[in-house]
């Protein structure tokens, strides 16, 4: 059975909305795996290595964040990726967004409040800088981006297509609704995961 490793946004959790609607649509055909990332940065990709070594998933899915977290690692663990909605800016997105917050769906630890401050930015801000270092040619055709025509916070479209060939559109917001995940998200992996 195929294995996707599915990388939620940065508010979010591993039982976030789309987490839930992918395990669902490829319920006896794939496992879909959903795990809680850390919030910092480098805590997150080594987590997501860890689970690339022991579990060998065929395809990377990410959203916002876990996008960000997927285009860097994919030619590394050399494991294709679908980028939901890419946020390659996270510094300027925290930014605006300093203090204390929730997570917007529960997590395993129990944990659901997180803090964003200046260290945490500069996590991020040192990843940024090095984010497209691993791209390669071969890559070229191995991560596609699916961007979503209402999103008011992520527009990195142009930026993907700096590095990668494959884009497509779907008519939602930044973080796709279960439907949306079914419709758009579904057959992009099935295409991928048939490659």
Known sequence: MKKILFLHGFFASGQC?????????????????????????????????????????????????????????????DI?????????????????????????SPRK???????????LIQEFSELENVQFSYCNPYYKDKVWGLFGEQDTLAHFEPMFLEHYNHSFHFPGAHTPTAEEVRTWYVPLIEKMLMK
Do not use: W
């Not at 395990?23 to 860890?50: K, S």
């Not at 679908?82 to 929730?102: C, S, V, W």
């Open 17 to 77: 909305v789309p987490a839930v609607a992918l395990r669902e649509a490829f319920e006896g055909r794939a496992e879909v795996l959903t795990p809680d990332l850390p919030i910092h940065p480098q805590m997150a990709l080594e987590e997501i290595r860890d689970i690339c070594d022991r579990e060998h998933p065929d395809l990377l899915v990410g959203n916002s964040c876990g996008s960000f977290y997927a285009q860097m690692l994919a030619p590394i663990v």
């Open 80 to 104: 294709p990726a679908l980028l939901g909605n890419p946020h390659f800016q996270m510094t300027a997105f925290l930014k605006e967004r300093i203090g204390k917050h929730e997570y917007k």
């Open 109 to 119: 630890d129990g944990n659901q409040q997180f803090v964003i401050d200046e260290a």
